[in-house]
């Protein structure tokens, strides 16, 4: 009889323990994830915003509402990656980099304004945040330095700049630009990894 009651004693305590977790689970965790996960949407589509005006180049795009954008950031590290190595072999129109840069621009005071969104997801999320805002800015600040009269030459065909005079005004922005593009592109990179390694924690 002592046996049978110690037996019920436990099951009692164990199913109990399993409720709580259960509750724990739908009441806690389920919630937060969600939360965390339309957080994560909302950053993903300002740092898209800018990506698709590189990959889908359109005079408009720096006027495109954030709701339309449909550049995934999730999955383009490889496309992103590979972009920077064009940008670095100079295999790319000089209207993607503009396009970029009008963007960003356009975007620079959205992403100041989503720092505290980043930051209630964790202190090491807003870290790589404020290295975006950083970056953003510099190209955005490019949209200064572009000149008036360009060498055209140039602005055709980027690869001339190996053989133009290294003091060359257009030469010297399209250079810095394609810098920044690139700046920008890597700390999207670095951002989609802690990205998932954010959504992998909360599901844990």
Not at 44 to 61: C, M, R, T, W, Y
């Amino acid at each position: 009889m002592k046996i049978i009651f110690l037996s019920d004693g436990i099951k009692t305590i164990s199913g109990g323990i399993v409720s709580a977790y259960v509750l724990y689970i739908f009441v806690e965790l389920k919630p937060k994830y969600e939360k965390e996960k339309k957080a994560l949407y909302v950053l993903d589509k300002a740092i898209a915003s800018v990506v698709e005006g590189f990959f889908l180049p359109n005079i408009f795009q720096h006027e495109k509402s954030i709701r339309h954008i449909k550049f995934e950031m999730k999955s383009s590290n490889e496309k992103i990656q590979e972009a920077i190595q064009n940008i670095k072999d100079k295999e790319v129109d000089f209207l993607q980099l503009k396009i970029t840069m009008q963007t960003a621009h356009s975007r620079y005071f959205d992403f100041q304004n989503l720092l505290t969104l980043a930051v209630n997801l964790s202190p090491e999320c807003g870290l790589y945040w404020l290295d975006l805002i950083d970056k953003i800015r510099l190209l955005a600040d490019e949209m200064e330095n572009q000149i008036d009269n360009p060498d055209m030459n140039i602005l055709h065909d980027l690869k001339s700049i190996n053989s133009t005079n290294e003091m060359n005004p257009t030469a010297l922005f399209c250079s810095s630009l394609m810098l920044r593009v690139m700046e920008f592109f890597e700390s999207a990179i670095e951002w989609n990894n802690q990205d998932k390694k954010i959504l992998i924690q909360s599901n844990d």
